[in-house]
């Protein structure tokens, strides 16, 4: 089992969760956040005078899979949240974690079962 955490752009939301159906992956947790990367933020003109916003908004998904769903997942993440064929800056990361165990609190089925 792993848990999967990606950081995409809140844009790129929708086609996320639409080629993550398309492989059968229907549970996922979606969460705003903030933040930065190479990007470093940006500048904005307010009133005339500018200022740097450190941290911009981005959307993490939190998706818990069984070893099978690992590389589709990840493929499906890569083709709803990537800007055009290449890529751009910013467009966010992709994390995978071991998960060492899952419990379903409705029945107490535990692993992968529960997921």
């Known amino acids: 089992m792993k848990l999967i955490i990606a950081i995409i752009q809140p844009t790129k939301l929708e086609d996320v969760k639409t080629a993550l ?5 229907v549970r996922l947790t979606v969460m ?3 933040g930065f990367g190479r990007q470093k933020g940006q500048a904005e003109v307010y009133r005339g005078h500018e200022f740097s916003v450190n941290l911009l908004r981005k959307v993490q998904l939190q998706i818990a ?7 589709p997942t990840i493929e499906a993440i890569l083709k709803g949240g990537r ?5 751009e ?3 966010g990361k992709i994390f995978v974690l071991p998960m060492d165990d899952c419990v379903r609190i409705r029945t107490g089925e ?3 079962e529960a997921i």
């Open 89 to 91: 800056i910013g467009d």
């Open 110 to 112: 535990r692993g992968p």
């Open 32 to 34: 705003d956040c903030q």
């Open 21 to 25: 159906t398309e492989v059968d992956v």
């Open 83 to 87: 800007t055009g064929d290449t890529g």
């Open 65 to 71: 899979v069984n070893d099978e769903f690992v590389e």
